[in-house]
């Protein structure tokens, strides 16, 4: 059974993810109307996976015998001028979302959970990707500066990424 505290921050982790697949869904829009469509493409991919990550929050409360609790999801920015901006907000949006789960980490070492600390093994590992993926476009678009080839040929790129399962 959960502990009360860790419910909660694991309810808030929910909450987190699913305002992380709303930004990115969000991004993606973006992107198609400036005409990027296969970073929109990219960033729908990050959309499900954020999806995904609350499923797996989702079934971990269920398996341990707790209670989700889905709280309002909150409005996102829909505009950014360049797709330079799109990652700098999205390694920004990455690092928050790292330092909650460090956070809930502490808790979960804070109540002895064992098995929080484990579930969450996954996630803070997943973190080190994310960010990477983040900084690397980041890297890529600054080389690119205003090189309309250079912004076609990554948007060509950015198309052929395909959603992975995650291990439930
Ligand atoms: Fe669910 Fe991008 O972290």
């Not at 921050?9 to 469509?37: P, R, T, V």
Request: hydrophobic fraction near 45%.
């Amino acid at each position: 059974m959960l502990n009360k505290k860790i419910e909660d921050a694991i309810n808030y982790q929910i909450n987190a993810e699913l305002w992380s697949a709303y930004l990115y869904l969000s991004m993606s829009l973006d992107c198609a109307s400036k005409g990027l469509q296969g970073a929109a493409n990219w960033f729908e991919i990050q959309y499900q996976e954020e999806q995904a990550h609350a499923m797996k929050f989702k079934n971990y409360i269920i398996a341990r015998g707790g209670r989700v609790v889905l709280q309002p999801i909150q409005e996102v920015q829909t505009e950014w001028n360049t797709l330079l901006d799109i990652f700098k907000d999205t390694l920004a949006h990455e690092q928050k979302v790292t330092a909650l789960l460090n956070n809930l980490y502490k808790i979960a070492l804070e109540e002895t959970d064992v098995a929080t600390q484990s579930m969450l093994k996954w996630f803070i590992d997943e973190q080190v990707e994310e960010e990477e993926n983040a900084t690397s476009m980041i890297d890529a678009l600054k080389m690119i500066g205003d090189n309309g080839y250079g912004l076609y040929m990554l948007d060509k790129e950015l198309s052929t990424r395909v959603f992975v399962p995650i291990p439930a």
